[in-house]
């Protein structure tokens, strides 16, 4: 068993930036962040494994940054240039497996924390 517990969300105009982070009970190979916005389905950010590689969604690419420490068990999502879009409740996700994509299932989910850009 994983437990993840998010903090950073919160509210910031557009263009602005925050910072995610997620922490694990324990090491787990992937991690990743979703997010869902009401009447929305989950959309697949980006997803890092303990070995760095890393996947983003094409709608985060250039703006959003995954990062994770390993030694603190501890996942971050650097959001810049945010957008009223990216309003959502932000999840972040982990799962014990090679196969390291937004796609897969994923085991463990935290709670949420809800990040909300104003335009």
């Known amino acids: 068993q994983v437990e993840l517990v998010e903090s950073g969300g919160g509210s910031v105009e557009a263009g602005g930036s925050l910072r995610l982070s997620c922490v694990a009970s324990?090491?787990?190979?992937?991690m990743g962040w979703f997010r869902q916005d009401a009447g929305k389905g989950r959309e697949g950010i980006a997803t890092?494994?303990?070995?760095?590689?890393?996947t983003y969604a094409e709608s985060v690419k250039g703006r959003f940054t995954i990062s994770k420490d390993n030694a603190k068990n501890t996942l971050y999502l650097q959001m810049n240039s945010l957008k009223p879009e990216d309003t959502a409740m932000y999840y972040c996700?982990?799962?014990?497996?090679?196969?390291?994509?937004?796609?897969?299932?994923?085991?463990?989910w935290g709670q949420g924390t809800q990040v909300t850009v104003s335009s």
């Open positions: 996700a982990a799962v014990d497996a090679i196969s390291c994509t937004a796609t897969r299932n994923f085991d463990y």
């Open positions: 324990r090491s787990i190979y992937c």
């Open positions: 890092i494994t303990v070995k760095g590689s890393t």
